[in-house]
């Protein structure tokens, strides 16, 4: 399978416990994205890396969530002290260009 | 006023029906416009993306943009059952990174 894989694909957890998602994007895309989606809603944009640089960050990505992108491959998304209202599904996607083609997702229960 | 509009539906149709889908937003700067598929607990699924103003045809899905009303459909033709999904709009503007999302339309096509 080629496309955009994420790991875990559920995950419960209890508040206050610190969550670490991973993404491996399409290989040949440059371009790696976090979005959050709750349920009824669409996707929200979190943060974005080209490479392994951080260029843009949401004012959704509280001082709790924290992304990288070592060496430019796969990324981690890390919340910290989670909270009740974190509960959504973490979307990853990566792009060659403008088009965006996303991952399952990683579901997060906090309890 | 949120950027992207989307009727969440729940939209039932009968087997072999048109289905016409439609957002409507109010950034001007949206160049990039795309439609996601999205099965229950699932990751989004690109389906159709245009740049500007146009139609664009891909088997049973015809995209269409309106720049000037600002404007954006969906037709499925001689839909199936396996099209029932949630369907979400998705837009940015030229040289942006982020996508916005629609909240998503609800589809069910009954056999």
């Known amino acids: 399978d080629t496309g955009v894989s994420q790991d875990p694909r559920h995950k419960i957890t209890k508040r206050g416990q610190n969550v670490t998602f991973r993404c491996d994007p399409i290989?040949?895309?440059?371009?790696l994205y976090w979005y959050r989606q709750t349920l009824g809603q669409g996707p929200e944009f979190l943060t974005y890396f080209q490479n392994e640089a951080q260029l843009e960050k949401s004012r959704l990505l509280s001082d709790r969530f924290s992304a990288e992108r070592p060496k430019g491959s796969f990324s981690t998304l890390e919340i910290q002290r989670t909270e009740q209202g974190d509960s959504a599904m973490y979307l990853c996607?990566?792009?060659?260009?403008?088009?965006?083609?996303f991952g399952p997702g990683t579901r997060l229960t906090v309890l | 006023q949120k950027e992207v509009e989307q009727d969440p539906g729940p939209l039932s149709v009968p087997e072999g029906a048109i289905v016409s889908l439609n957002c409507t937003y109010s950034n001007s700067a949206f160049q990039y416009f795309m439609w996601y598929r999205q099965y229950s607990r699932k990751g989004p699924e690109l389906l159709m993306y245009t740049y500007s103003s146009g139609n664009k045809e891909d088997g049973r899905f015809t995209a269409q943009v309106d720049k000037s009303s600002k404007y954006i459909s969906l037709f499925i033709r001689d839909s199936q059952p396996s099209d029932s999904a949630t369907y979400l709009c998705a837009m940015s503007a030229y040289g942006a990174n982020n996508l916005f999302f629609g909240t998503g339309t609800r589809l069910t096509v009954i056999p």
């Open positions: 996607a990566s792009s060659p260009g403008n088009e965006q083609f």
């Open positions: 290989s040949e895309h440059n371009r």
